[in-house]
């Protein structure tokens, strides 16, 4: 009798949850590696007690000797309770994580790790390393309907607040099945989606393997140099949809094996297409705008483009999106005392020092020998700087709150020489004062007005010499600022409170009120961004 030839077919169809990968495959090893011994006995637990154990099925013992390994260094458990209180015998006393993959690997599933197990490992470790991926914030916004439906180009973007704020019905089994229509035609997928615990939203993996087949094979070494085993060289992406809210979040692609790195942003593209192709249907089109916005910590993403109401009320005006202030952003009364105050406030301090930046005068102070009672005046100060960074801050940029973002870009795009239009204008910055003396109004203005007659004074030396003027007409220096760190806008509240920041000329951007990561900054303002006029 011939024997019988297996076949494998490309096809469109997804990769199933039940191929399995070979127990001792590095791609398996690495990715149990990553986790600790207690979400390591956690997720064996979970794998038991599932309610399909198709998908992670256990190695038990079936009474046939010829089919079961003597000489395992594991003995196969003869039930499903049985090997629950083996993990749970592990949980309850110390060890190391190695033991625990080892009876992972070469016992319990000793066949194999299923794709849905894989996944499922992937998950706990996104949950317990949260600054693990880097996530870019999208905006899922519906086009509107032009008479040229054949035309693409002519597509334009809803501005009508019914229009844009409308969104998609997900519904999981239809989003994935032309998700993956999408995607089949360049790559073969596997999709896993899931709700996660603590966090209002859900969560899709996509891990892409270089095989135009959907069977088990496609998972097999088709050689013995690593490049060529498709298992070694998946990519995956994570996105994640938070909530009553139209953005979507998207992790850069990890790459598994040795690849090019732009391949990891080709990928994440050909899933950003498909993503807005999901969710369309007849009539009614969405595409994905970029929002200035990435950070490293998903709770962030949720506090500035969530559901919540801090999206349009970060930094100073935190307060009023929390509740800790009651009434409007615009009144201006004075507000009890110890509350704490919003950054366009009038409540003046009792203070008569309080009106100067504290950096020039305690180096005044200490310049002209004047210790005597500095400590006292320190204290005060030190207060003060605390209160004006809470009106500034409210009650955002807190190190312990978890939603910080780890890098802030920005370029400044002004002239190094003003124009007459922008002296007249006057500095538009989002800065406050925390006093409304009329004495401190004078000197602001005639501040300004010093600061206006310097720069005249420059144009009109610069206008002796035309071939000079006309050079230096318009010139804007090459400025772009980069702040690094695992809560920047922490930082720079710590940085004001400790006075190193003048807390009254600081830029609202600064802050955090613009709500990105990434920005140009012009006469102070973020140029795009809500309110900023430019």
Request: aromatic share 6%.
């Amino acid at each position: 009798m011939a024997p019988t030839i297996k076949l494998s077919v490309p096809s469109s169809a997804a990769l199933s949850h039940t191929h399995t990968f070979p127990s001792g495959s590095a791609s398996v090893l690495k990715a149990l590696l990553k986790l600790s011994r207690s979400s390591l006995l956690s997720l064996a637990i979970l794998w038991i007690r599932s309610s399909d154990q198709t998908l992670c099925a256990p190695f038990l013992a079936s009474g046939n000797v010829e089919e079961e390994e003597v000489d395992s260094m594991y003995p196969a458990a003869q039930s499903l309770d049985e090997l629950r209180e083996i993990y749970e015998e592990y949980q309850s006393r110390k060890g190391g994580k190695k033991e625990i993959v080892d009876r992972i690997l070469e016992g319990d599933w000793r066949h194999g790790i299923t794709l849905y197990q894989l996944a499922m490992a992937d998950l706990r470790n996104l949950l317990d390393h949260p600054a693990a991926q880097r996530w870019t914030a999208l905006k899922l916004a519906h086009i509107k309907a032009t008479p040229l439906q054949d035309n693409f180009n002519s597509r334009n973007i809803a501005t009508n607040v019914s229009e844009a704020t409308s969104l998609p019905r997900f519904h999981a089994p239809t989003f994935l099945r032309k998700l993956q229509q999408e995607i089949a035609p360049v790559v073969k997928a596997h999709y896993y989606l899931t709700r996660a615990n603590d966090l209002p939203l859900t969560l899709l993996r996509v891990q892409m393997y270089d095989s135009p087949y959907s069977s088990q094979r496609a998972l097999q070494e088709r050689g013995s140099n690593a490049s060529h085993n498709p298992a070694e060289n998946s990519k995956t992406i994570w996105v994640a949809f938070p909530d009553g809210t139209p953005a979507v979040y998207v992790s850069l692609a990890t790459i598994g094996g040795p690849s090019a790195a732009g391949e990891g942003r080709i990928l994440r593209k050909i899933v950003l297409d498909a993503l807005p192709k999901a969710f369309s249907k007849p009539h009614e089109r969405y595409t994905l705008q970029m929002t200035s916005l990435s950070a490293r910590s998903l709770p962030a993403l949720l506090s500035l483009r969530g559901p919540g109401r801090s999206n349009a009320a970060a930094g100073g005006w935190s307060i009023f999106a929390d509740g800790t202030v009651e009434g409007s952003p615009l009144n201006l009364a004075p507000l009890k005392s110890g509350t704490v105050l919003p950054p366009l406030s009038t409540h003046h301090d009792n203070e008569d020092h309080g009106h100067h930046s504290e950096a020039p005068r305690e180096f005044n102070k200490r310049k002209q020998g004047m210790m005597v009672g500095y400590d006292a005046v320190d204290k005060e100060t030190i207060k003060r700087r605390k209160l004006v960074a809470a009106g500034r801050f409210g009650t955002s940029a807190l190190e312990s709150d978890g939603k910080g973002i780890d890098r802030l870009d920005i370029r400044i795009n002004d002239s190094f020489f003003p124009s007459s239009k922008d002296l007249a204008a006057g500095p538009s910055t989002s800065v406050a004062s925390v006093e409304d003396d009329d004495e401190d109004d004078d000197e602001i203005t005639a501040s300004r007005k010093s600061k206006q007659a310097r720069h005249a004074d420059i144009n009109d030396s610069g206008s002796n010499d035309e071939e000079a003027s006309g050079t230096l007409k318009g010139w804007k220096p090459n400025i772009q600022l980069t702040f690094h760190g695992t809560h920047v806008h922490a930082g720079i509240r710590k940085l004001v409170e400790e006075g190193v920041i003048d807390s009254v000329k600081m830029p609202g951007w600064m802050t955090g009120e613009a709500g990105i990561s990434i920005g140009v900054v012009k006469h102070g303002r973020i140029m795009g961004n809500k309110g900023s006029g430019f």
